[in-house]
């Protein structure tokens, strides 16, 4: 969004010194309220009429450290991520680094998935019990109100 011109400035100015209201002023001049309210107070405490100059935006770690972290990875890709912050010598906390990996989309798994084995059990049949499951355990004899019949 463009910041309001010198010239509206100084026509709000000129209102207000003329004894407008800020509801007034924000009205006439399509403004918002609060908008006069806050030039007008900052002209009475620093004199400035201008616009301020735009905050510039913080540009985020994994756009910063993209080529360095692209490049460690392809170098060493088994690299845990302890690792990967000595190794490129990083003040961040290791969810920061986990977070930027992630935006980047960037693997560095150590081992690819793989189906599991086929060559055996890996469970008792009977659910790794000792003594074999009742059958009068598992049937109900009591009903609800919602496995009534209808």
Known sequence: MRPFSRDLRERVLADFQ????????????????EWVRQFIRRYQSTGEIAARPP???RVPFHRRYEGELRAAIA???DLTLEGLRAKLGLDVSIATLHTA???LKLSF???RWS???RAGPTSRRN??????????ASIRTASS?????V
């Open 18 to 33: 003329a004894g407008s209201t800020f509801a007034e002023l924000g009205r006439r001049y399509h403004t918002s309220a």
């Open 75 to 77: 170098a060493k890709p």
């Open 115 to 117: 189906r599991p084995s």
């Open 145 to 149: 109100s919602s496995t009534k019949p």
């Open 127 to 136: 659910g790794g019990t000792s003594a074999p499951p009742s059958r009068s």
């Open 55 to 57: 905050i510039p935006r």
């Open 101 to 103: 990996l992630k935006e």
């Open 109 to 111: 798994k150590k081992k």
